[in-house]
């Protein structure tokens, strides 16, 4: 059974850092594409950064060049450093592997970012 624990939010100034951290069971991200998504209210969820098993990543317009994904295999733990951060990037963070996403499964409780003015 796959379960994902996501941590590391909090308020934080704009222009601040935040690192954000979700550790995965049952499920390798290793041998995954795994992604962090937001949701905002009134708003859809939305991916916000990926990385293959190959560490390739990719990021939304929005966020490239301030955040960065990335993991540790031994600790099955994915990673979003977020940094010069906005009040825009206010939201729920959740993570997911791909297939998750897509299949609309194991979402975890998320973690709540709130970038104050």
């Known amino acids: 059974q796959v379960h994902l624990v996501e941590s590391g939010g909090g308020l934080v100034q704009a222009g601040g850092s935040l690192r954000l951290s979700c550790a995965a069971s049952?499920?390798?991200?290793?041998?995954?594409?795994m992604g962090w998504y937001r949701q905002a209210p009134g708003k859809q969820r939305e991916l916000v950064a990926s990385?293959?098993?190959?560490?390739?990543?990719t990021y939304a317009d929005s966020v490239k060049g301030r955040f960065t994904i990335s993991r540790d295999n031994p600790k099955n733990t994915v990673y979003l450093q977020m940094n010069s951060m906005k009040p825009e990037d206010t939201a729920v963070y959740y993570c997911?592997?791909?297939?998750?996403?897509?299949?609309?499964?194991?979402w975890g409780q998320g973690t709540q970012v709130t970038v104050s003015s």
């Open positions: 997911n592997s791909d297939q998750g996403w897509r299949l609309d499964k194991y």
């Open positions: 990385i293959t098993s190959f560490l390739t990543t």
């Open positions: 049952g499920l390798m991200i290793g041998f995954n594409t």
